[in-house]
């Protein structure tokens, strides 16, 4: 309806008609928009701003407030949020307060109440400086956003804890807590809180003890957690482990988008930077930035653990994974799948994943007891360090498996006479590669002996073969065209490993030699 489109799609409606209709092959109304500005979806006829025929299903729905209350150093009607918060005593679900903060530095620790939004003024404006272990208790049903939330002291520290708290949203806001001798921890959700979202936040997390780990934002005991647009920075300077994000137990689950997480160990201690660990827990890992330092002990990016014989789960998709760790004995690993033998529990796509260790074994991804770990469209690098060491880009341990690798490039190094290989299979490990570039400083395809790949479409230069080595077909290795099975040319059923039909072609049906010398022919008939 223009000629001088102002967006991607421009639609300019005319008189007495909607300017946008969606209809199903049979006819009926998806989607309506009208004239008037109303919306549909289901409806050829809105009557409101948006009306829907149907069930809604969304994270959260935030609808007017039937109260405002404003806190502030002077000229409010409070001064501290507890007081607001201990003022409101009819909140439910038709009656929703909204707590507004102004610019200050306020000295309290605060316990949410359900349907009663606070909002502040900015993260640099509005400061909540926690007086308490627990800066915020967070509520079921209620938001928390533009505030800032810090603590810092001995013992157990909660940027934000919650606890049964569904549909709890924490926006726009920044998030800094550090304990100087105890567990550390940016935003915890546990006991079945479903669907909390974290939403543009800054968290930022440093444990200096000995007692106990420090950890970005923990799901546990059946909740469910989304992180979007944020980011996350967490430090361990102790002996402890050190963690971006945990999902524990019982089906928890986290869900990570377009977030950037680092994680920094300058301890003694390790680093398990997304621990996933005991009762179905899982973790998504979306459009996402890891990155991952260690610097006197091992390092895991992704940790799929089973501590209850439960097998964890995981996606990994369009992220960018880089894991760098020093131990002599204990290898730096990108991810590491527990998986029981032969479940298909974690699966990365479109990713890059690199582990480096600088003073021992590095493997970019492995599965301990051989599930079947799925990987497509990625870069996989293992890095290694020092004489007797290896950096490995994919090593899959014993089990049924088999551990899947498509359309990905395999890179294994090693650095001051460490051993560089490409897929590393030991006795034991079942490997599928399929049209994948493999290669090795030292050697691009390694099979022990019992160990098991199977290949089609690789390219690799070198290999060493004491296993299996089967249904090859197409590998390119050392100039070579490798075939496991017949061949047919000019037929779609070879009867002998290498069949020529050479019906209706004129010239020899084979020849070896060059364009001016024939060592062997076999003429057309």
Do not use: C
């Not at 996933?276 to 330092?293: H, K, P, Y």
């Amino acid at each position: 309806g223009t000629t001088s489109p102002f967006s991607t799609l421009s639609i300019t409606g005319k008189p007495g008609t909607s300017p946008f209709t969606v209809a199903s092959s049979s006819g009926s109304t998806m989607f309506t928009m009208l004239e008037n500005g109303n919306v549909g979806i289901g409806k050829s006829d809105p009557q409101y701003t948006l009306d829907i025929e149907g069930t809604i299903n969304a994270i959260a729905i935030r609808t007017p407030y039937e109260h405002t209350i404003t806190v502030a150093k002077s000229g409010g009607d409070y001064t501290t949020i507890t007081e607001a918060l201990d003022a409101i005593t009819d909140n439910d679900a038709t009656h929703l307060y909204h707590i507004k903060v102004m610019p200050g530095v306020y000295e309290e620790s605060i316990t949410m109440k359900p349907y009663v939004d606070i909002t502040g003024s900015g993260e640099n404006s509005t400061v909540i400086s926690a007086t308490t272990g627990t800066a915020v208790t967070a509520a079921a049903n209620s938001l928390l956003e533009k505030v800032k939330i810090t603590r810092s002291a001995a013992g157990t520290v909660y940027g934000v804890y919650g606890s049964n708290v569904d549909n709890f949203i924490l926006r726009d806001t920044n998030v800094n807590v550090i304990s100087t001798d105890n567990l550390s921890v940016g935003v915890l959700a546990e006991v079945g809180s479903d669907n909390v979202v974290v939403d543009n936040v800054q968290v930022t997390v440093e444990g200096r003890g000995n007692t106990d780990s420090a950890i970005g934002i923990i799901a546990s005991d059946t909740s469910v957690v989304y992180v979007f647009n944020s980011q996350m920075t967490v430090t361990q300077t102790g002996n402890q482990q050190v963690s971006g994000v945990a999902s524990y137990e019982t089906n928890s689950k986290v869900y990570v988008y377009n977030s950037d997480v680092t994680v920094n160990q300058t301890g003694t201690g390790p680093a398990l930077a997304m621990h996933v660990d005991s009762g179905r827990a899982d973790l998504q890992f979306v459009f996402s930035n890891l990155t991952v330092t260690a610097t006197n002990n091992y390092a895991y990016g992704f940790y799929f653990g089973q501590y209850d014989s439960n097998d964890s789960t995981g996606l990994i998709v369009g992220s960018k994974v880089s894991v760098k760790g020093s131990h002599s004995t204990n290898q730096v690993m990108g991810l590491i799948d527990w998986g029981d033998s032969g479940h298909a529990n974690v699966t990365i796509r479109d990713s890059i994943i690199t582990a480096t260790n600088l003073t021992g074994n590095g493997v970019g991804i492995g599965n301990a007891f051989g599930s079947a770990t799925k990987i497509f469209d990625s870069e996989i690098t293992g890095v290694g360090t020092g004489a007797g060491k290896f950096g490995r880009a994919i090593k899959a341990t014993s089990g049924t498996g088999p551990l899947y690798v498509q359309n990905s490039k395999i890179t294994g190094t090693g650095n001051s006479s460490a051993s560089g290989q490409g897929v590393y299979v030991p006795n034991g490990g079942n490997v599928t590669l399929l049209n994948n570039q493999i290669s090795g400083s030292t050697k691009d395809l390694v099979i022990d002996a019992g160990g098991t790949v199977n290949s089609s479409f690789n390219t690799y230069t070198s290999l060493t073969n004491a296993g299996t080595l089967r249904n090859v077909s197409s590998d390119l290795t050392t100039g070579n065209f490798l075939v496991s099975g017949k061949i047919g040319i000019g037929t779609t059923s070879p009867w002998a490993q290498l069949s020529v039909n050479p019906n209706g072609i004129s010239g020899p049906a084979f020849a070896i030699g060059s364009s001016t010398l024939t060592n062997f022919l076999v003429d057309n008939g």
